[in-house]
């Protein structure tokens, strides 16, 4: 074999090494819902300030482009600052997402609002599994009664039983 044609071999198995990981390669765009429940307390920070410390948890169904609806349990903890004076709010959290036991992926999430209504983002961050380099994201809209159980609650009182959804309408999920 020359040189030449080491090269040239070289180069062929680059492009086909990567070109079947592009086979494997896949984006999906798909719609997401989580029906959920929450537990956590409330405390004041300061004046007309709260804070929320709790969890979410309830399945997540995702439907494809194909319309199947597959569910997924998702644990979510949250921290929410409510003003109380103007209903503001702003929310962090973070998410485990549980397909199987070898296939689990990790997000984030911000959002700000209304109390009640928050709007913003929602990140894939990582996975095991299937999902092993999932990235990703989506437009996060969470809604809640959330603002009527804590009506006249002290700090440090528990907010048990709150429900709400969760909307993830454009969720994009590449895994490699």
Known sequence: MTIGNSCVTKVLSVVLVLSCCQIYAEERNIRALMHWEGVGEIYTIGLNQILFQGVMEGILYVETEEGELDGAFATCPISQKINSETGKSVATGHCEITISSEDVVYAS???????????????????????????????????????????????????????????????????P
């Open 109 to 175: 999430l911000d959002c700000e609002g209304q109390v009640g209504d928050c709007r913003g983002q929602f990140r894939l961050i990582e996975g095991t599994g299937r999902f092993k380099g999932v990235s990703g994201g989506s437009d996060l809209r969470i809604r809640s009664v959330l603002g009527a159980l804590m009506k006249g609650m002290a700090s440090g009182s528990v907010v048990r039983s709150g429900q709400g959804i969760a909307i993830l309408s454009n969720l994009i999920v590449r895994t």
